[in-house]
């Protein structure tokens, strides 16, 4: 027994002279508290308010692989034009894998700019009273989820200079004085999943901008469209909730090759408009309770399949608007069920 005893204790018992090993800890962020410039990969954290920040740019991002947490602060500027809250990478400096999280910036000219920034994340972010809340300048492959982007005077979100293949998912956009969500020149293969827009001159914009997908959510509350799609190719619309005072879903300027399909168009003016517009599909929406359900003017080529258009003062309209596919839809309890004028001919609808 003693020698037994003897040996577990020389087992457990360290080798004199060995080190020990302390247990890990994880690595505490940088504090900050005022407007700065991150030029080195890490971790950082927001300490406290930054109010009424005279800077030109706040807090700059000018390094890959950094995390800002705003751990629920405020960045608050003066309002001033070509200022901006927080700026991440440069056109001279691009970057990437940079996330901001937990963050409300507001009152600058840009509330949140990436500009040449790529394969980063916006999460729990609201930009507010700001000229544009959240820019994107050429900036790809980013993820923004539960952004909110509210009271800005002119854009909510905007992607533009082929910010390509970035990923929306809950975002907001209401009471922005031009655009909520804005995709626009060449941003293209963009995918953004329940959006709110509400409350904004246009709700969803795509201006030039082509293959990219709008799918679930609402616009509502719009003074003119809930979407509007102008010169924009091969985009897809899709099961919106479509409440605004002018048109549900606009598509204008040569916009060709679109998709709107499974969205519910009630109250508005115009349910789905097309004007100069060929080529799109249109399928599985509904249109109720409009003045016009669909309305085509100068526009050619459309396919229009398994929609329904019910109780509208005019079902469809189609107004110089020639050689439009009809099938399997039903329209019927409208005012007049179709109206065809204008030098409208070859159109697949009932005499």
């Not at 751990?71 to 991440?88: E, K, N």
């Amino acid at each position: 027994m003693r020698r037994a005893l003897l040996v577990v204790l020389l087992v457990a018992l360290p080798a004199a002279g060995s080190p020990t090993v302390p247990a890990e800890r994880p690595t505490e962020p940088a504090t900050i508290d005022s407007c700065t410039t991150l030029s080195e990969p890490g971790t950082y954290a927001l300490t406290a308010d930054i109010r009424n920040a005279a800077a030109g740019q706040c807090i700059r991002i000018r390094a890959s692989d950094v995390t800002l947490n705003g751990r629920g602060h405020l960045v608050d500027g003066r309002g001033a034009f070509g200022t901006a809250g927080v700026t991440v990478g440069t056109w001279a400096r691009s970057v990437s894998n940079v996330t901001i999280r937990n963050l409300t910036v507001a009152e600058w000219d840009d509330a949140v700019r990436l500009t040449e920034a790529d394969r980063g994340r916006l999460d729990d972010v609201t930009a507010t009273e700001s000229r544009v809340g959240v820019r994107l300048y050429s900036a790809s492959e980013n993820r923004l989820a539960d952004v909110r982007a509210a009271d800005n005077a002119v854009h909510g979100v905007s992607l533009v200079d082929d910010s390509d293949r970035n990923r929306g998912e809950n975002l907001s956009a209401v009471g922005n004085a031009l655009f909520g969500v804005h995709l626009g020149a060449d941003s293209s293969g963009n995918r953004i999943r329940n959006v709110t827009a509400r409350s904004n001159e246009y709700g969803v914009v795509a201006v030039g901008a082509d293959e990219n997908r709008v799918v679930g959510g609402s616009a509502t509350g719009n003074r003119i469209a809930g979407v509007w799609l102008s010169a924009a190719d091969a985009n897809l619309v899709a099961d919106l909730r479509l409440r605004n005072r002018f048109y549900g879903v606009f598509l204008a300027d040569d916009a060709a090759n679109n998709t709107l399909r499974g969205n519910r168009a009630r109250d508005n003016a115009v349910g789905f408009r097309l004007r100069n517009s060929d080529g799109n599909h249109l399928r599985g929406n509904l249109a109720t309770g409009n003045r016009d359900g669909l309305l085509f003017i100068e526009s050619d080529r459309n396919s229009v399949v398994e929609n329904r258009v019910t109780g509208n003062r005019r079902g469809v309209s189609l107004l110089a608007s020639s050689d439009n596919r009809f099938r399997a839809n039903v329209v019927r309890d409208n005012r007049r069920n179709f109206v065809t004028a204008r030098g409208s001919e070859n159109n697949s609808v009932p005499a």
